[in-house]
Structures are given as structure tokens and as C-alpha cells.
């Protein structure tokens, strides 16, 4: 992998002497399952080293592979745990909600919280699905797991504009609707993808979330108050997204580096670590769960609302045909932003189930967390 982060043009110094993998993964081949894809994966690795270098060019970052998906990799977590491999966790993978089966999430859990009684912050994307409902009235809504722990922090994706001075223009919540150009006219737009968030089926309300998520979102089912999702959100829309580099396969079997731009929640996670080392870093001390603090502090994080939503209410996206090289034209579409009308979770004044209680707010967030001693 090469890496954008290590090139000077970006501004950034190298990572060497801050790299390491301790459960290396090798060389594999594709196997016949399309779903036990190793290879596949190489993007969302290249994502999560360049956005925790990009905004800690200072921490050491270690990196643990597995051979195939999600029970390796529930391994590869596991021995990081165990060995206290790293003080902060950031995981960029889930699934589709909660219908798993007990026997599978117990587990898993059972890590989560030996990571927290051990001084160990989880960060884990909290989806790109919206509430899992695709935008089809009736269809059930449900946060993703392990995204609905109690034990980890969910982090939600944001829509951010910047000026050419490098200042926050808008921030948004990350839920898109796209429209594409059809003959000269626009087609009616769909609901395509966001940040993930919703009430837990399984999770009864963590005392951190008590008197600040709304009982209208926390008591959704009638019952008890329980766990939503997502605790906190960063830059997660592909449309406005982060610039990667890599060395990537072609589909004509040339190898070549190119940087290119990408998002979800899947880069919203590793930025949020990245910027939680630094408020460790300032502190002096590890936090373990990191979610007692988030919401002891949240005034000092940028709300996301809908405030600038009828100002910059979408984007025009060009992209290549056979998503490779202009070889066969080009499509054009309009990516809506904060287009949550079909979904069952909205942006608010507050905690809201799409962005949580909002994105970091820079050095007054920084502080806030540092001092916090509860």
C-alpha cells in the first residue's frame, strides 16, 4: 500500500517509525465466496491509517488484519484486547441491524466490555444505511450492530462544506437522495445512503444516555428507555468527503497509484479516533469507554441541525460509466443533502439519531474532554 499521507505534497511527515501490524495478513488469494473476501477490504484499510494519521500525524498506529470476514476479525479484536495492543479501537465494519442470533452478539459483547474495563476507547461506524428502512414506508427501522453496544461509541456521519480558507462553511447530517440526469431532466430522487442510527431492541438506555437523548427517540417502542445510536458523528458524505491514496489493481491488471475521494461512516470512525488520541494525548490518561465523557461534555461539540440545509441543499456528481475511466462516457447525478424525509431518523436542535450529539468542535471540544476527570 502506498500512502497518500506519506507523500510531502500533502503536507503531512511520514508515518515511518509510527506503523505497525501485529496479526499480518499476508498474501491470499480471492476465494470462490465472493463474501470472504480479504482483498476486497483493502480500501477500507488504506481509509482508516490515512484518516487517523491525517488528523494524528503524531500517533503510533497499529494495524490488526485477519484472513477472512467478521468472525476473524472478531479474533483479530479480541487478541488486541487481551494484549492491550492499543488504547483506542476504531472498527469500520457492522451489520445490517440487530437480527442476529444471541449466541453471536453475547460474544462479542463480552469483548466490548472487557475493552472498556481495561482502559480501552472502541470506536465503530455506525453505517451508511440510514435507519435500515431504505426509504420504504412501513419497512422496519433498526440501528446496526455492534454499532448498538452500550459498551462502544457509535459514530455517525456528517455533510461539511469548507471555504478556500480552511473554515467550516456548513455541516450537515450525512443522509443523501440522489437524482440522475435523465435526458436533460432531472428524475425524481431516492434515498440512497447515510449515516446509520435509530433505538436499540436489545439494549436497555446506558446511564450516560439518561436526560439528554429525547424519550420520543429512547422510548420509541413504547417500553423502556433504550440505546440509540449514534453517540457522535464526523465527515462521513462520500460527496463531500476525505482524499485517500492507493495503489491499486486495474481491471486491465495494471498496478497504478491514484487518489481518489471517499466517505461513510467508514471514514467518520477512524477520524473521530484520530482525534480522540489527540484529546488523550493532551489529558495524559486512557478513558476506556469514551462515551461517559462525550456526553458529559457535549456542549462543546458542534449541534448539527438544519440550519443551513435550504442553503446548500445538494451537490452535481460526474463520474465514469465503468466507475474506472471515461472509456464509456460519463453519468451525471445531483446528490441531495440531508435528505431525511423518507427515513424514520432526523436531524435536530440536540441529540438526534442521526448525528448523536454532533461532530467535534475544535480546540473548545479538545479542552472540554481533556478536563474531564468524572
Given at each position: ?18 506503523f ?91 469483548i ?58 456548513f455541516?450537515?447530517g ?8 435523465v ?31 429525547p ?6 417502542y ?68 469514551a ?79 481533556a478536563?474531564?476527570?468524572?
Amino acid at each position: 500500500m502506498t500512502s497518500s499521507s506519506t507523500r510531502p505534497a500533502h503536507g503531512l511527515p511520514s508515518i515511518k517509525g509510527h506503523f505497525s501490524q501485529i496479526v499480518a495478513p499476508g498474501t491470499f488469494i480471492r476465494p470462490g465466496n465472493n463474501s470472504q473476501d480479504p482483498a476486497g477490504w483493502s480500501g477500507e484499510e488504506t481509509l482508516d491509517i490515512e484518516a487517523v494519521h491525517t488528523v494524528a500525524p503524531g500517533a503510533d498506529i497499529v494495524y490488526a488484519g485477519s484472513p477472512n470476514n467478521y468472525q476473524d476479525m472478531d479474533a483479530a479484536l479480541n487478541n488486541l484486547v487481551d494484549k492491550h495492543s492499543a488504547d483506542i479501537i476504531t472498527n469500520s465494519y457492522g451489520w445490517s441491524g440487530e437480527a442476529l442470533p444471541t449466541g453471536y452478539i453475547k460474544p462479542q459483547n463480552d469483548i466490548f466490555i472487557q475493552a472498556a474495563a481495561t482502559g480501552i476507547s472502541l470506536f465503530f461506524s455506525s453505517g451508511d444505511s440510514g435507519d435500515e428502512t431504505g426509504g420504504v414506508a412501513g419497512a422496519t427501522p433498526t440501528p446496526d450492530w455492534p454499532a448498538s453496544s452500550p459498551w462502544v461509541t457509535a459514530v455517525g456521519g456528517t455533510s461539511m462544506g469548507i471555504t478556500r480558507n480552511n473554515s467550516r462553511l456548513f455541516e450537515l447530517g450525512w443522509e443523501t437522495g440522489k437524482s440522475a440526469l435523465v435526458s436533460g431532466a432531472w428524475a425524481a430522487p431516492f434515498f440512497l445512503y447515510g449515516s446509520g442510527g435509530g433505538t436499540s431492541r436489545l439494549f436497555t438506555q446506558p446511564s450516560y444516555q439518561a436526560g439528554v437523548v429525547p424519550a420520543s427517540i429512547s422510548g420509541t417502542y413504547g417500553g423502556a428507555a433504550m440505546r440509540t445510536v449514534p453517540d457522535v458523528s464526523a465527515l462521513g458524505d462520500p460527496s463531500t468527503g476525505f482524499l485517500v491514496g492507493q495503489t491499486q489493481r486495474f481491471p486491465d491488471g495494471h498496478d497504478a497509484y491514484s487518489e481518489y475521494r471517499i466517505g461513510g461512516t467508514s471514514l467518520s470512525s477512524p477520524l473521530y479516533a484520530g482525534m480522540f488520541a489527540l484529546v488523550q494525548q493532551k489529558a495524559g490518561h486512557a478513558y476506556g469507554l469514551a462515551n461517559p465523557a462525550l456526553y458529559a461534555t457535549r456542549t462543546a461539540s458542534s449541534d448539527i441541525t438544519k440550519a443551513n440545509a435550504a442553503a446548500y441543499p445538494g451537490v452535481v456528481r460526474t463520474d465514469f460509466v465503468n466507475g474506472v475511466d471515461d472509456t464509456n462516457g460519463y453519468i451525471y447525478s445531483e446528490r441531495l443533502l440531508d435528505y431525511d424525509s423518507p427515513l424514520t431518523i432526523h436531524v435536530a436542535v440536540g441529540y438526534d439519531d442521526v448525528t448523536g450529539n454532533g461532530s467535534p468542535n475544535g480546540q473548545s471540544w479538545l479542552d472540554a474532554l481533556a478536563a474531564y476527570t468524572g
